[in-house]
């Protein structure tokens, strides 16, 4: 058993009535007085819970209600938070209820989706909210049967004591349980107890999604409000004037509305607006330097042979291990701009109401969206309110707040609430995208075929920091150098799905198969090496876990049966991101003369695994995302503005293209780490270094379709 010791009194959770003798249970995630049990109404509970940051609630039926705080946008953050709720307080889950909470950051520690940050972060603290709530509705039960209360157990929402026969369910004990003053220490339960956590669950979603009830922003409606769209200017460059009469003149067209670098048109419904939009005449001028692809290959060509980089890790004497190696390899990767396509383009509601705004919508950043509302009215953050909505996918560009600021902008001119739509068009021209970066990798190998030299130099627009300097193979070399240069481009770019580590996996992972060729070395056990070296004799600052890596590559060489029927063409990848561990291998079968991909296998240590269900389609998903994205998807510009502006250009994954999907997960004994995000990364590496196998073409660039190595391969994708 483990025992979590509160450090003060403002550290736990508070219990209220609601009416009707339910029970009101809010956690707190940070801190706040709670000290005694208080009884409230439902309407005082929704008015007065500013001091929690995490709550449920128990009805005299029994049912238990779970707010669940952070953003819903296929994580399935939404079942698997709860679950964990509800596995400590021993519910009945067949009774669980679970509702999105609005923003409160006064309740809520960590109230956003992003970094693949919201179990590890959230894990113990609830944990100890379904654990409390237990306590006291124990307690209770014990008070009124005059037992131990050591003696009652708790199973499926029903309270027993097995010496007098007595038993109850949870709404039974609630009036009770209100006037039980919390503990100064909860038990959590032992893992191997789990009854809850650990079993595949639904999405407590899915009824509502597969029958098309209005959960996400899209589906928001209400009476009187208006819609717009809006014309954005494109990268690097500015409004220098707006002819709108005809688009006035477009009936259902009630106002054009000029803001900062923008154009709106606003009307009762979205499809004048479509049209009205197209009859705007604005001409623009350039403001700073207007971009396209060609500029960025130029640039890139230059900062790689001759920016001025900053140094972001140095290991041991990288000039003298070059200059004395036997062999050195070296490789330039490249990847584009990519656009976030999230199904559901951006959309956001806002009411700008004298000193108050209400938003309403979907957001990775709730808090962001209201903070921004404030700084563009003038008026105190507490005086903007946030609904959530669920989001239709978001990878990173509901991060930003830019929707939100037009809507804001807009209910202001027009003084009237309004719905913000964007179209597909403007979801991929005036979006903010995955940075387009360029590696150049080296690597020094002495006569036995040991790496003892690497270096990396990463080129990125808008990328900030294009490494990851910590990451493996850091610490398994004894002389290397990562460098790093950032490009301000005027591309907006923004955090995309696994940030950096997106591309960077893959080009690593190829070039580590690059240069286990050149040392003469099965790709697998090369990677074991340089592990085992970090492992015994580390150099520097290890920023991953090198027995977890360790774990994932042998039981992914195990589960894909690595090198063992040579009719089977393999690759292998294996990258660290978000604290979690994926390796991959892809197999390629030789048919008819051509390569065929059957199958992927994925292996991923993300610590303890909280919902099955919802796991492997996060695996999954990243995957198919990590491929898809790999093998097809660019973005190009001309003169700033992007070239491919819908899914008939933009070329996406589809279904059929989906090989065999195999997965496994390792139970390394850690707390949940992240899991959104990490199956992403090795994918592209583990694919290109099994066409390599087949076919001997290296692809050191994306999209793979696009790249002369892979004009004639005629990959074709099927299942096993």
Same mark, same amino acid.
């Given at each position: 058993?483990?025992?979590?010791?509160?450090?003060?009194?403002?550290?736990?959770?508070?219990?209220?009535?609601?009416?009707?003798?339910?029970?009101?249970?809010?956690?707190?995630?940070?801190?706040?007085? $709670?000290?005694?049990?208080?009884?409230?109404?439902?309407?005082?509970?929704?008015?007065?819970?500013?001091?929690?940051?995490?709550?449920?609630?128990?009805?005299?039926?029994?049912?238990?209600?779970?707010? $669940?705080?952070?953003?819903?946008?296929?994580?399935?953050?939404?079942?698997?938070?709860?679950?964990?709720?509800?596995?400590?307080?021993?519910?009945?889950?067949?009774?669980?209820?679970?509702?999105?909470?609005?923003?409160?950051?006064?309740?809520? /520690?960590?109230?956003?989706?992003?970094?693949?940050?919201?179990?590890?972060?959230?894990?113990?603290?609830?944990?100890?909210?379904?654990?409390?709530?237990?306590?006291?509705?124990?307690?209770?039960?014990?008070?009124?049967?005059?037992?131990?209360?050591?003696?009652?157990?708790?199973?499926?929402?029903?309270?027993?004591?097995?010496?007098?026969?007595? $038993?109850?369910?949870?709404?039974?004990?609630?009036?009770?349980?209100?006037?039980?003053?919390?503990?100064?220490?909860?038990?959590?339960?032992?893992?191997?107890?789990?009854?809850?956590?650990?079993?595949?669950?639904?999405?407590?979603?899915?009824?509502?999604?597969?029958?098309?009830?209005?959960?996400?922003?899209?589906?928001?409606?209400?009476?009187?409000?208006?819609?717009?769209?809006?014309?954005?200017?494109?990268?690097?460059?500015?409004?220098?004037?707006?002819? /709108?009469?005809?688009?006035?003149?477009?009936?259902?067209?009630?106002?054009?509305?000029?803001?900062?670098?923008?154009?709106?048109?606003?009307?009762?419904?979205?499809?004048?607006?479509?049209?009205?939009?197209?009859?705007?005449?604005?001409?623009?001028?350039?403001?700073?330097?207007?971009?396209?692809?060609?500029?960025?290959?130029?640039?890139?060509?230059?900062?790689?042979?001759?920016?001025?980089?900053?140094?972001?890790?140095?290991?041991?004497?990288?000039?003298?291990?070059?200059?004395?190696?036997?062999?050195?390899?070296?490789?330039?990767?490249?990847?584009?701009?990519?656009?976030?396509?999230?199904?559901?383009?951006?959309?956001?509601?806002?009411?700008?109401?004298?000193?108050?705004?209400?938003?309403?919508?979907?957001?990775?950043?709730?808090?962001?969206?209201?903070?921004?509302?404030?700084?563009?009215?003038?008026?105190?953050?507490?005086?903007?309110?946030?609904?959530?909505?669920?989001?239709?996918?978001?990878?990173?560009?509901?991060?930003?707040?830019?929707?939100?600021?037009?809507?804001?902008?807009?209910?202001?001119?027009?003084?009237?609430?309004?719905?913000?739509?964007?179209?597909?068009?403007?979801?991929?021209?005036?979006?903010?995208?995955?940075?387009?970066?360029?590696?150049?990798?080296?690597?020094?190998?002495?006569?036995?075929?040991?790496?003892?030299?690497?270096?990396?130099?990463?080129?990125?627009?808008?990328?900030?920091?294009?490494?990851?300097?910590?990451?493996?193979?850091?610490?398994?070399?004894?002389?290397?150098?990562?460098?790093?240069?950032?490009?301000?481009?005027?591309?907006?770019?923004?955090?995309?799905?696994?940030?950096?580590?997106?591309?960077?996996?893959?080009?690593?992972?190829?070039?580590? /198969?690059?240069?286990?060729?050149?040392?003469?070395?099965?790709?697998?056990?090369?990677?074991?090496?340089?592990?085992?070296?970090?492992?015994?004799?580390?150099?520097?600052?290890?920023?991953?876990?090198?027995?977890?890596?360790?774990?994932?590559?042998?039981?992914?060489?195990?589960?894909?049966?690595?090198?063992?029927?040579?009719?089977?063409?393999?690759?292998?990848?294996?990258?660290?991101?978000?604290?979690?561990?994926?390796?991959?291998?892809?197999?390629?079968?030789?048919?008819?003369?051509?390569?065929?991909?059957?199958?992927?296998?994925?292996?991923?240590?993300?610590?303890?695994?909280?919902?099955?269900?919802?796991?492997?389609?996060?695996?999954?998903?990243?995957?198919?995302?990590?491929?898809?994205?790999?093998?097809?998807?660019?973005?190009?510009?001309?003169?700033?503005?992007?070239?491919?502006?819908?899914?008939?250009?933009?070329?996406?994954?589809?279904?059929?293209?989906?090989?065999?999907?195999?997965?496994?997960?390792?139970?390394?004994?850690?707390?949940?780490?992240?899991?959104?995000?990490?199956?992403?990364?090795?994918?592209?590496?583990?694919?290109?270094?099994?066409?390599?196998?087949?076919?001997?073409?290296?692809?050191?660039?994306?999209?793979?379709?696009?790249?002369?190595?892979? $004009?004639?391969?005629?990959?074709?994708?099927?299942?096993?």
């Amino acid at each position: 058993m483990k025992t979590v010791k509160r450090e003060s009194r403002r550290d736990f959770l508070k219990a209220a009535g609601l009416t009707a003798g339910g029970l009101f249970i809010g956690f707190n995630w940070s801190s706040c007085d $709670s000290p005694k049990v208080e009884v409230l109404s439902t309407e005082q509970v929704l008015a007065n819970a500013k001091n929690f940051n995490a709550y449920l609630s128990i009805a005299p039926s029994g049912d238990v209600v779970i707010y $669940s705080p952070n953003p819903e946008l296929g994580q399935n953050i939404k079942t698997s938070f709860p679950m964990v709720v509800a596995e400590e307080l021993d519910a009945d889950w067949s009774k669980v209820r679970v509702l999105q909470a609005n923003l409160d950051t006064e309740k809520y /520690d960590r109230q956003l989706t992003g970094g693949s940050g919201a179990m590890p972060h959230s894990w113990e603290r609830l944990r100890k909210a379904g654990a409390t709530a237990k306590y006291v509705l124990v307690a209770a039960a014990a008070k009124a049967w005059n037992v131990p209360a050591e003696e009652i157990s708790v199973e499926n929402g029903i309270i027993s004591h097995e010496g007098s026969g007595k $038993s109850g369910h949870f709404g039974e004990f609630v009036g009770e349980a209100a006037q039980m003053e919390t503990p100064e220490e909860v038990t959590l339960k032992d893992k191997k107890d789990f009854k809850i956590i650990g079993t595949p669950v639904k999405n407590v979603d899915a009824r509502e999604i597969y029958t098309g009830k209005p959960l996400f922003g899209l589906d928001f409606y209400r009476e009187g409000m208006k819609n717009a769209m809006v014309q954005r200017a494109p990268f690097g460059m500015k409004i220098k004037s707006v002819e /709108d009469g005809a688009a006035r003149a477009v009936a259902g067209v009630t106002d054009v509305v000029r803001f900062n670098n923008s154009v709106a048109v606003v009307g009762d419904s979205t499809w004048p607006l479509l049209k009205a939009k197209k009859l705007l005449r604005v001409e623009y001028e350039p403001d700073g330097t207007v971009e396209s692809t060609a500029d960025h290959d130029r640039i890139f060509q230059d900062l790689i042979a001759n920016g001025k980089a900053e140094v972001r890790r140095e290991d041991g004497n990288v000039k003298s291990a070059f200059a004395n190696a036997a062999k050195v390899v070296s490789a330039e990767y490249q990847c584009p701009f990519l656009a976030h396509s999230p199904m559901e383009p951006e959309n956001f509601f806002a009411h700008v109401q004298g000193d108050r705004c209400e938003l309403i919508g979907p957001t990775q950043t709730p808090d962001r969206a209201r903070q921004t509302a404030a700084q563009i009215l003038g008026i105190p953050a507490e005086n903007v309110t946030v609904e959530i909505t669920r989001l239709g996918g978001g990878f990173g560009r509901r991060l930003r707040a830019d929707f939100v600021e037009e809507a804001v902008h807009i209910s202001k001119a027009i003084n009237a609430p309004v719905k913000l739509t964007w179209s597909r068009e403007d979801e991929l021209t005036g979006g903010a995208y995955r940075p387009a970066v360029r590696y150049r990798f080296e690597a020094a190998l002495d006569e036995g075929g040991t790496m003892i030299g690497y270096k990396l130099r990463g080129v990125g627009m808008n990328a900030g920091n294009s490494t990851r300097e910590n990451n493996f193979p850091s610490g398994a070399v004894d002389n290397l150098l990562i460098e790093n240069i950032n490009y301000d481009s005027s591309i907006t770019t923004n955090a995309w799905r696994a940030p950096i580590t997106n591309f960077l996996a893959y080009a690593e992972q190829s070039f580590l /198969d690059e240069v286990a060729l050149e040392a003469g070395k099965d790709p697998v056990a090369f990677r074991l090496e340089l592990l085992d070296r970090a492992k015994n004799n580390p150099v520097g600052r290890l920023g991953y876990d090198v027995d977890r890596m360790i774990g994932v590559v042998k039981t992914a060489a195990e589960k894909s049966n690595w090198g063992k029927n040579p009719s089977v063409k393999q690759g292998f990848s294996v990258y660290f991101s978000h604290r979690s561990y994926v390796a991959q291998v892809a197999d390629i079968e030789m048919e008819g003369g051509s390569p065929v991909l059957k199958k992927i296998t994925a292996v991923t240590d993300c610590g303890m695994v909280v919902n099955p269900t919802g796991a492997n389609h996060q695996v999954r998903g990243g995957i198919v995302d990590g491929m898809g994205h790999a093998m097809y998807t660019n973005l190009t510009f001309e003169n700033g503005v992007p070239k491919q502006r819908n899914y008939d250009l933009y070329r996406l994954i589809r279904m059929k293209e989906v090989p065999e999907i195999e997965t496994h997960f390792v139970d390394s004994g850690y707390d949940p780490t992240g899991l959104g995000e990490p199956a992403l990364p090795p994918t592209g590496g583990a694919i290109a270094n099994a066409i390599f196998a087949a076919t001997g073409r290296r692809l050191r660039s994306q999209p793979f379709i696009e790249q002369k190595e892979f $004009s004639d391969v005629k990959l074709e994708i099927r299942r096993s």
